[in-house]
């Protein structure tokens, strides 16, 4: 029997409460691992160390609200595997599909138009969701969406900080403070934008197959689908870092809303009263 924080002595009662705050640890041990690459990168001007300096960065935050939200209290079904594939897949089919899509656009009207991108970018992160819907037949509550749709957009995101990082730090002739500044205000930020969007889309598409494709279901998954292409739209077309910083709370409210919802649909369904066996009238 074990014994975890405020008495409780249930059985496995610890390891749900290392599952809840496991992304501290994640957190902790990322921060850790990149302050040492970067002060090394720093005393050494090794440009050896700016690959891990880059990826530590990029990675660090969206890797430690995967796990914020898997330590959630949901039934999730997917496995760790899964959970990196759709990360790792998801962030590369997900950048690529997108930046040919926005440069084939551009080539041909000479320009990409805010909605444009955000169309674009947010159908390319489902494009890994959806395929785990069709052939992961164990993958189909609305809670292994909301996981598989943040981690979608954590490899999109962290894959796509790097670039900005990477960018950064050719136009600025090797400044690792114009690098870490970038790295740091997209990291933070990651959670409320492509993690955020992608999981409420992925959510509200599995909770669409889990109905049947019930009518009301289906075309609420659209509705989240705009909701999140018109969250992106505006985030993209920000003024200034104020309008920003609200999209970010908008979006996080969004997120925080889907799992508050999925998490009480979980517990109607587990607190229906089992139907009673019918019996024939000749038994």
């Known amino acids: 029997m074990s014994v975890s924080a405020g008495g409780d002595t249930r059985p496995g009662a610890s390891g749900s409460l290392a599952r809840r705050h496991g992304w501290v640890v994640v957190l902790a041990a990322g921060v850790v691992l990149f302050v040492v690459v970067e002060r090394t990168l720093v005393a050494t001007g090794n440009p050896n160390f700016v690959p ?11 890797a430690s609200f995967i796990a914020f939200v898997y330590g959630r209290r949901l039934p999730y079904d997917v496995d760790a595997a899964t959970i990196g594939i759709s990360a790792l897949v998801g962030g590369v089919v997900g950048t690529v599909v997108a930046g040919l899509l926005e440069y084939d656009v551009q080539r041909s009207f000479g320009f990409v ?43 999109f995101a962290a894959l796509e900080t790097m670039g900005y990082a990477f960018t950064t730090l050719v136009q600025s002739h090797g400044s690792v403070t ?19 969007w992608t999981g409420i889309t992925a ?9 049947g ?27 200034s870092l104020v309008w920003t910083a609200v999209v970010a709370v908008v979006s996080l409210v969004a997120l925080g809303w889907t799992v508050h919802r999925t998490a009480v649909d979980v517990r109607a369904r587990a607190q229906a009263p089992t139907p009673a066996p019918r019996v024939r009238p000749d038994a």
């Open 203 to 211: 959510t509200a598409l599995y909770a669409a197959a889990e109905s």
């Open 178 to 196: 114009a690098t870490v500044d970038v790295l740091l205000l997209r990291g933070i930020m990651s959670p409320a934008a492509h993690m955020a």
């Open 113 to 155: 138009p805010m909605a444009g991108v955000g169309l674009i970018e947010e159908t390319s992160k489902l494009l890994v969701p959806v395929l785990v819907l069709i052939f992961a037949a164990g993958y189909r509550t609305r809670a292994d969406g909301l996981l598989i749709g943040v981690a979608a957009g954590a490899g």
């Open 213 to 239: 494709w019930a009518a009301r279901r289906t075309w609420m998954s659209v509705g989240a689908f705009v909701l999140a292409v018109a969250l992106h739209t505006a985030w993209d077309s920000a003024p």
């Open 52 to 62: 891990s300096a880059l990826l530590l960065g990029a990675a660090i935050v969206p």
